[in-house]
């Protein structure tokens, strides 16, 4: 698991297009996000089409709840192929605490999700009433402290991620190929971000939406 770096976002509510992807993708080179789009609309079955195909899983659901429902939700897939699962790093220490204990019961890793990359300065200011550095501080000694497996930040985070939790595993989303438009405010190429210290990036739309997407993910692989 550790060497398929980049993870496909597979955001799509179609089994046939899931299916189309799965069979284009090789399991050898990268591992595959099912998020809400995917999982509200397949369930159970989204996990076992991908599973079946040979990928390694990264389900990224982010809890965020009370400790207990939070703990209970997580031990409800013990049964399903799920290699890392998220929560909300916000959802403080006794629901992390609780968090882990349920991942690792399913033989899961647990990743806590920090600051989302759709948010800029000025949302994470109104939100956290506070600047993105100290934010991103507080959120990373919360999760080292929680003992989490790793994290999700945006690469612009990376930094300060490698001073305070140097030893945890880091999940960068919002990985851009090229100049965009979409709701990804703070993204970086594949290349910048594992020089700063990312172990996995998650890439969807730039390979999902391409013509060839193996074809796409073999030349970013060829740039790192």
Known sequence: MDNNKIIVAIDTPEEERLSGLLNDLNPDLCMIKIGSILFNSLGRRSFDLVADKGFNIFFDIKFHDIPNTVAHSILSFKDYPINLLTVHLSGGMSMLIRAREAAHAIKSKIIGVSLLTSLDQKDIKRVFFNDTRKVADNLFD???EAKM???????????????????L????????????????????????????????????????????????????????
């Open 142 to 144: 919360l999760a080292k």
């Open 169 to 224: 595993l880091k999940i960068v989303p919002g990985i851009r190929l090229s100049s965009n438009n979409d709701d990804q405010k703070r993204v970086m190429s594949p290349a910048e971000a594992l020089d700063l210290g990312a172990n996995h990036l998650v890439i969807g739309r730039p390979i999902t939406e391409s013509r060839h997407p193996n074809a796409v993910l073999e030349k970013i692989l060829e740039t790192l």
């Open 149 to 167: 497996d790793g994290i999700v930040c945006s690469a612009h985070e990376l930094k300060y991620a490698m001073t305070n939790i140097p030893n």
